[in-house]
């Protein structure tokens, strides 16, 4: 079973920064397609970035281009979401997530992963 652990999340005041991380368990993170999301509280679970197993195709949604940088360090196992220049909008519970080895193209909808972690809570307010 594919695992993942989010870490890094915390509150920060707008115009801050965090690193979150999504580190996988139980399985070799190389060749996954791996996707970061957020969902604020009363909304739906919106796309933020995606990057393919070799780093070499990443994607981000308008609102955050510019601000967040996905990255992956395959040998540790971990793929990282830079966060900068918060805005309170940027709230959320961010979750990162996997799609079946099969595919090896980005993807911002989230019924296109099957692995999912726990999330962790990202507060901007001042």
């Known amino acids: 079973q594919l695992q993942f652990v989010e870490s890094g999340g915390g509150l920060v005041q707008p115009g801050g920064s965090l690193r979150l991380s999504c580190a996988a368990s139980?399985?070799?993170?190389?060749?996954?397609?791996i996707g970061w999301f957020r969902q604020a509280p009363g909304k739906e679970r919106e796309g933020v970035s995606c990057?393919?197993?070799?780093?070499?195709?990443?994607n981000y949604a308008d609102s955050v281009k510019g601000r967040f940088t996905i990255s992956r360090d395959n040998a540790k196992n971990t793929v990282y979401l830079q966060v900068n220049s918060l805005k309170p909008e940027d709230t959320a519970v961010y979750y990162c997530?996997?799609?079946?080895?099969?595919?090896?193209?980005?993807?911002?909808?989230?019924?296109?992963?099957?692995?999912w972690g726990q999330g962790t809570q990202v507060t901007v307010s001042s």
């Open positions: 997530a996997a799609r079946k080895r099969i595919y090896y193209y980005c993807s911002g909808r989230e019924d296109d992963y099957a692995y």
């Open positions: 139980g399985f070799t993170l190389d060749y996954y397609v």
């Open positions: 990057i393919v197993s070799s780093g070499g195709s990443i």
